[in-house]
């Protein structure tokens, strides 16, 4: 089995569980008020960044988990790349296209996570260290520094809420196009019902992608979506898919390695390869 496959699927299974109970202490909180929150009341803020405080550290080690998940994923569709493009010699479109979605996702999370790392770690030491509670100098105190770092902090969160979304859009697309290359395989190295599998991911991932957007029109309506969504994929569906995946990369690599032996036994493989393989899309 392909070790990077397995422990890619095991990154995803654990950032996907952490993700979910994140999702769920924010939502089960005991002082959760969404109007409170949208009307920005002081003192409600005050104990969101309380409570955002206390639970930085699972928030920031959920974000690393995933962008070295990411990583690892990056290199088995490197390999698979390399393997269903016949070496460089068929495809070379949809294979680049792969490869590069995945390398680019990989690097997009992770500078996605330090940016978000050191905002956050700023924000954080400006709640302990600053003054927010009187920038007009009134009698009660007009709480402009919480509400202003309120304001920064969901711009922010706004950003890394695009960055999800796309990493579901990168991955919706690296499903369909290795669909394409096992389909089009006259003698496949990957089993097509694996790749048909990828589908069913690519269209969960797509649907997740809009309802990460279309949380801005109804934010409780669409977080509900993207959850489910998000925990289906995460903790069952996409290790499953990378699993399976490690059982099949030492066979394909078997068999290319065969077919590349002047034998009776492979001269039929290899005619189809030589075959498939004058279908390049330059």
Partial sequence: ????????AVLFWISGGFRAAQMMQWR?????NYIMWTDFDAEYLIQQWDFRIDHRSFEMATGMINAIAWFTFAIPMLHVVWLQSLKGR???SIHVAIALMAIGGAVTELLARLFYIGS?????WMVKDFQLENWTESAEGDHLGWKSLEVTHLAIMGVLTWIDALEYLFLSFIFAFLFVSVWRKSERLLDV???RFGMVLSALS?????????RYQNWRKYSRITFVISALNRLVLFPVWLLW???QIPKAEAILGEASQPTEETKKFSSNLNDDSSHVVS
Avoid at 1 to 8: H, L, P, R
Avoid at 28 to 32: A, E, G, K, L, V
Avoid at 207 to 214: G, P, Q, T
């Fill in 28 to 32: 089960r909180q005991p002082n959760f």
């Fill in 1 to 8: 089995m392909d070790i990077a496959c397995i422990i890619s």
């Fill in 206 to 214: 797509l649907i997740d992608f809009a309802a990460d957007l279309m």
């Fill in 120 to 124: 956050t770690s700023t924000m954080e």
């Fill in 90 to 92: 068929r495809i070379i």
């Fill in 245 to 247: 995946l490690a059982i």
């Fill in 193 to 195: 019902k694996w790749a």
